[in-house]
């Protein structure tokens, strides 16, 4: 399907949901396969509105670059750059470069949900194998090689995306081992348990059996995170859940996730997420 779209030629597509599409929460508003060559092409990711939406970018040609949460990162073929907004970064061509791409741009609760867990596991940047691109490729010309797709078919195809991406950061190959090992499973299961509690580093390493360095060590490793960021991605779903399923204060969701107060998580919620807590509700809210 890279080939087909590669093929179909660059162009663009905007898909003009009927009121009440966002009901789906996981669908597509636009796409298109195009190229930049020495011009300028620059995207802040807190400069493109307060409403939350995704942007999967796969780069076929030369090479593109990004500024994400304090890393920096070049952008070359096969390789898929995730991004949410609002949130601090930016990526952009260098003068003289030529870069070549398609991309996504999705939108909902659900499709929004599922990027995060990508980047909490996997970061901005995934290198999918050669048949998650296809199924990256098969959604996008899906979407702009039909004159007016609807939200079903727009809905559909951004699922197919997400799923590739899905599998690019948590799939593995049929019989191989578990990705994470006994002791550390254990270690994700008493986090998910005790959200609501201090979760300190030599806790979580007396859980799995080891001692403090070889935890960090081996849990980086395994998750792609050390474990002080898996907590904080945890909380930061839970707080989510809570602010988008209850009438909870900030401050209850406080202690139910860990922070010891409103003020605190209301920091590292926006430091996360680009957003304050009680704004990221009303957004949401408005958006179904």
């Given at each position: 399907m890279l080939q087909a779209l590669l093929d179909h030629g660059h162009d663009i597509c905007r898909i003009a949901l009927p009121r009440g599409a966002g009901a789906l929460q996981c669908t597509a508003v636009s796409a298109g396969y195009e190229q930049r060559i020495n011009e300028v092409y620059s995207w802040d990711g807190m400069r493109r509105g307060t409403v939350p939406f995704l942007v999967i970018q796969h780069t076929t040609y030369g090479e593109g670059r990004l500024d994400h949460a304090g890393m920096s990162y070049r952008l070359g073929p096969g390789q898929t750059m995730l991004v949410t907004m609002p949130h601090p970064h930016r990526y952009w061509l260098e003068r003289g470069g030529h870069w070549e791409y398609f991309w996504i741009v999705l939108t909902g609760r659900e499709a929004l949900r599922l990027a995060h867990a990508v980047l909490d596991t996997a970061g901005p940047v995934l290198?999918?194998?050669?048949g998650q691109i296809d199924r990256l490729a098969a959604a996008c010309l899906g979407l702009i090689g039909m004159s007016a797709p609807g939200p079903g078919l727009a809905s559909a195809q951004a699922?197919?995306?997400m799923a590739a991406l899905h599998d690019a950061a948590f799939g593995r190959p049929e019989g191989a081992a578990p990705a994470v090992p006994p002791a550390l499973a254990r270690v994700l299961t008493h986090v998910a348990d005790h959200l609501a509690r201090?979760?300190?580093?030599?806790r979580l390493a007396a859980v799995a059996g080891m001692s403090r360095a070889h935890f960090v060590r081996r849990f980086t490793a395994h998750?792609?995170?050390?474990p002080s960021g898996y907590v904080l991605a945890r909380r930061l779903?839970?707080?989510e859940r809570l602010l988008l399923a209850t009438e909870m204060t900030v401050t209850e969701i406080a202690a139910a996730t860990g922070f010891a107060d409103g003020n605190y998580l209301a920091k590292a919620f926006r430091r996360q997420r680009g957003l304050a807590p009680l704004a990221f509700r009303a957004t949401r809210a408005g958006s179904n």
């Open positions: 290198t999918p194998d050669a699922y197919g995306a201090p979760l300190p580093v030599d998750l792609g995170v050390p779903e839970r707080i």
